[in-house]
């Protein structure tokens, strides 16, 4: 099992950038994708980008793609997620998820992290 911690949400103006991160610990060796979901108050959970562990492709929501860039450091099993030109409809608690394949994460079945509250004010 991987455990995963994310940190760096908080509350920042429209128009800001934030830069989560995700560190994972543990089963690491059998981590070969990782991501990011959001869930807003009264809405589902939604994917939000994700990354290859082994060759770095990484893939958007169409709702950030432009503005929000995954990236990952391997040698310290840990995955960003910076955050541009933030409305506050990006307002959510965003999830970490691993696993050990591209569809596992992409669909929520991989390890999840307690999330880190993003809050955008207009």
């Known amino acids: 099992q991987v455990q995963l911690v994310e940190s760096g949400g908080g509350l920042v103006q429209a128009g800001g950038s934030l830069r989560l991160s995700c560190a994972a610990s543990?089963?690491?060796?059998?981590?070969?994708?990782m991501g990011w979901f959001r869930q807003a108050p009264g809405k589902e959970r939604e994917f939000v980008a994700d990354?290859?562990?082994?060759?770095?492709?990484?893939y958007y929501a169409d709702s950030v793609k432009g503005r929000f860039i995954i990236s990952r450091d391997n040698t310290k099993d840990t995955v960003y997620l910076q955050m541009n030109s933030l409305e506050p409809e990006d307002t959510a608690v965003y999830y970490c998820?691993?696993?050990?394949?591209?569809?596992?994460?992409?669909?929520?079945?991989?390890?999840w992290g307690p999330g880190t509250q993003v809050t955008v004010s207009s």
């Open positions: 990354i290859s562990w082994s060759d770095g492709t990484t």
């Open positions: 998820n691993a696993g050990a394949a591209i569809f596992i994460v992409r669909n929520g079945l991989g390890s």
């Open positions: 543990g089963r690491t060796q059998r981590t070969w994708a």
